[in-house]
């Protein structure tokens, strides 16, 4: 569907910055034939299937490993992704298992692969499902799982959690500012009667937040739900994971794109991928030592964004932050092709 307005209206999911992806990938998986023929890309966050339906199509040649938490959305995209199916292995598991991913796949874990996607954050699909609760702006119960198999739920944390711990998640998740007020409000409502629904605990912000904040910074129930999620789905701690993962399954000349949507995803691909590019020489000698350089470089310069255009055309594109990094060595150890 490279731009098509009917499939993705059809399976409710508009890529973001899809043709920046294709762009940026295309030369790691083009590097055996044009048709992309003899490279792998893992989609560590497949939702819909929207990116990996573009790269299927105008490469034909492509496999592609597609991974992610969410069953539903594994089944959505299995069917998205059918006239393919030949040339793509689905796997249920959170991007941090990219590593068993592979294995399962019957590819190595250090550089196996050509290209890597990441698309953080919540999903369309997800957030258009009310039932899910993940939406602010639906009532439905306090759910906030990603995969409806684990066993945390946000009512769990709002229900049980002690004061300080409550507020801590949500000025460390969140970067909510009133997150110790929230909290305390939280754990006297409770005492009547637990939280059973989003609409509760929006009514709940309401009354928390002060006039003055709620009029500024978008919904007063923003950050909350932010740093429920990603408690409920330990986001944080799974992307710190995953990407080193990524980087050590990627050849030489292959690349990673990751979308980040929030500044603290954001921050935590930043500090990995400067990491990724710096050189390894012990601080303090005055030259590079050999074998010693960065084993990535940079792509982009610092965090691209969606243009006016694409934020038109999907809304939800606009936060994203785009990087991208290449590898230029092999691992230390790794034998020379």
């Known amino acids: 569907m490279p731009g098509s307005d009917s499939a993705a209206s059809e399976f409710g999911h ?13 030369p790691a998986l083009t590097r055996h034939r044009p048709d992309g023929a003899g490279a792998v890309l893992v989609d560590a966050t497949l939702g819909a299937g929207g990116h990996a339906q573009r790269f299927l199509t105008e490469l034909p040649g492509l496999r592609l490993i597609g991974l992610d938490r969410d069953p539903s959305a594994l089944d959505i995209a299995r069917d ?5 199916a030949e040339r793509v292995t689905l796997v249920h598991t959170r991007y941090d298992g990219i590593t ?23 999903s369309s699909m ?22 409806p198999s684990s066993p945390l739920t946000a009512a769990d944390i709002v229900n049980t959690y002690g004061e300080a711990e409550l507020a801590d998640i949500l000025h460390r998740y969140g970067e909510e500012r009133f997150a110790r007020r929230i909290a305390a409000q939280i754990v006297r409502r ?49 992307l710190r994971n995953a990407i080193p993962a990524a ?47 960065p084993l990535f470089r940079s792509l982009t310069h610092g965090a691209e ?3 006016a255009t694409e934020v038109e055309r999907n ?23």
Do not use: W
Request: proline share 7%.
């Open 14 to 26: 508009v890529p973001v910055l899809a043709q920046r992806c294709v762009d940026l990938l295309t």
């Open 80 to 84: 998205r992704l059918a006239p393919f």
């Open 100 to 122: 068993d991913a592979l294995t399962e796949s019957g590819y190595g874990t250090v550089e196996s692969v050509d290209g890597v996607l990441f698309d953080l954050g919540v």
């Open 126 to 147: 997800q957030l258009d499902r009310a039932e899910r609760g993940f939406a602010y702006a639906k009532d439905a119960p306090l759910d906030m799982r990603m995969d």
């Open 190 to 238: 409770r005492a009547r009667a637990p939280f059973t629904s989003t609409a509760e605990l929006v009514a709940l912000l309401y009354e928390a937040i002060p006039a003055p904040a709620r009029r500024t910074g978008g919904h007063p129930a923003k950050r909350t739900f932010q740093a429920l999620r990603v408690a409920v789905n330990d986001e944080l701690e799974s």
């Open 247 to 293: 980087l050590d399954a990627l050849v030489v000349a292959g690349r990673i794109v990751v979308m980040a949507y929030q500044s603290l995803e954001d921050r935590i691909v930043k500090r990995l991928f400067a990491e990724a590019t710096a050189s390894r020489t012990p601080p303090g000698l005055p030259v590079e030592l050999p074998g010693h350089g």
């Open 305 to 307: 964004k969606a243009d």
């Open 315 to 337: 809304p939800r594109s606009a936060p994203v932050r785009l990087r991208a990094l290449q590898r230029i060595e092999h691992a230390r150890g790794k034998a020379q092709a």
